[in-house]
């Protein structure tokens, strides 16, 4: 009857071993640290506010979207900036390439930097990229040019001189003087500029696109 018991005993002991050796063991995740850097240019962002975004991508499929497996998000504050990308090892497979894409973008979403290179990466094994610089550049973006259509500071000066002033403001060839009382036409031209004097040749009143 004894024996029996032990029997049982040592069989559930068996078990509870052969299944705790099954579970999945706890894996620390590994991480890939470094810089984002600005070469030759500013240690500020050209705006306040901006969002570092860093990313680790499978770009083993050339003709496929990259696949996003890691992402470190912040503020962009000075460069350099430092980041921290931390992973499973689980998740990658033998054979394919590995790299970090990195973007600052400001509160409208708008695209401020973004590194031009590939920057490839080998997240595990002994030869793992553990540190790693990342240069960007600046994505020069076209600000909307703000057109002048009035000149109120003119008023009072000499005619001849705003004349010269609005033409180098704004390229425009039809800008011309014209004396108080004279007859002028109605239609409107958006390269035009009549400037009104007094009959001392000063500036009488805002000279506008007309």
């Known amino acids: 009857m004894m024996n029996t018991f032990y029997l049982a005993i040592g069989a559930i002991y068996l078990f509870v071993l052969n299944d705790a050796a099954s579970l999945p063991k706890y894996e620390q995740k590994l991480a890939i640290r470094g810089r984002v850097i600005f070469p030759g240019g500013s240690r500020l962002p050209i705006e306040s506010d901006a969002v570092l975004t860093v990313q680790l991508l499978d770009t083993s499929l050339a003709d496929a979207p ?18 921290a990308l931390k992973y499973s090892p689980r998740i990658f497979s033998d054979g394919h390439s590995y790299s970090i894409q990195v973007t600052i973008r400001n509160k409208q979403n708008e695209l401020l930097y973004i590194n031009d290179v590939r920057i490839e ?27 002048k259509s009035q000149w109120p500071e003119l008023v009072g000066k000499n005619g001849n001189e705003a004349v010269k002033i609005i033409k180098q403001e704004t390229g425009f060839t039809n800008v011309m003087v014209v004396e108080e009382g004279s007859l002028i036409t109605m239609d409107y031209r958006a390269n035009r500029v009549r400037v009104f004097v007094d009959k001392q040749g000063n ?4 000279p506008s696109v007309a």
């Open 66 to 83: 990259a696949k996003t497996l890691a992402r470190s998000v912040g503020k962009a504050i000075r460069f350099p900036m430092a980041f």
């Open 121 to 147: 990466v080998i997240p595990i094994g002994v030869d793992r990229t553990k540190l790693i610089d990342i240069p960007v550049i600046l994505v020069k973006k076209s600000p909307p040019k703000q057109i």
């Open 203 to 206: 500036v009488k009143a805002s």
